[in-house]
């Protein structure tokens, strides 16, 4: 079975706007600069194992406290 190219390149560049966005939505939670974190995720998106590890770094990075996110962490009530 040969892979086309062109279907090929479509996948790659599916997979960082998906990347890319989970990251924005991510960033959005654990950054200072949501927008950032999107873009570096569409670029390591576009390889999609580098993709996947920049997520689950991401993940595991704990959520930034702000005034629009006044959620008080348990041992503080």
């Known amino acids: ?10 996948f790659l560049f599916v997979c960082g706007v998906i990347i890319g966005l989970v ?3 991510l960033g959005r939670r654990k950054t ?18 580098l993709g996947l590890i920049y997520l689950v770094v991401l993940m595991l990075k704990k ?3 702000s005034n629009e996110n006044p ?6 009530l």
Do not use: C, H, K, S
């Open 63 to 65: 959520d930034i406290f």
């Open 32 to 49: 200072q600069t949501p927008v950032l974190a999107g873009v570096l995720g569409f670029v390591l998106g576009l390889i999609p194992i």
């Open 23 to 25: 990251g924005y939505y």
């Open 1 to 10: 079975m040969d892979i086309n190219a062109t279907f090929a390149g479509q």
């Open 71 to 76: 959620r008080l962490p348990e041992n503080d």
